[in-house]
Nanobody, 115 residues
Framework: QVQLVESGGGLVQPGGSLRLSCAAS????????MGWYRQVPGKERELVAQ???????MYANSVKGRFTISRDNVKNTVYLQMNSLKPDDTAVYYC?????????WGQGTQVTVSS
């Protein structure tokens, strides 16, 4: 059984930084895409960033230049370095992994940006 465990969320002041981690365990093979989504109450979950097996990455326009996604293929772990955080970045962040044509989700970690 595949399990994704997230860590690194919390409360930070505007302009601050946080680093999220998501480690996959269990029988997971052929990871294609590792990514992060976020969701605020009353809104749909939105894509934040993705890292593909070929090395390419993509970002939502709202986080370009501030967030960096990276992945460790040996540890089956994906990271999201978030800099210059804004109150609008406040959300529950979910990691997502697509492997062998199946999609797996983490439990979510709260990120709150507030003074």
């Amino acid at each position: 059984q595949v399990q994704l465990v997230e860590s690194g969320g919390g409360l930070v002041q505007p302009g601050g930084s946080l680093r999220l981690s998501c480690a996959a365990s269990g029988s997971i093979f052929n990871i294609n895409v590792m990514g992060w989504y976020r969701q605020v109450p009353g809104k749909e979950r939105e894509l934040v960033a993705q890292a593909f097996s070929g090395g390419s990455t993509m970002y939502a326009n709202s986080v370009k230049g501030r967030f960096t996604i990276s992945r460790d293929n040996v540890k089956n772990t994906v990271y999201l370095q978030m800099n210059s955080l804004k109150p609008d970045d406040t959300a529950v962040y979910y990691c997502n992994i697509v492997a062998s044509y199946r999609s797996y989700w983490g439990q979510g970690t709260q990120v709150t940006v507030s003074s």
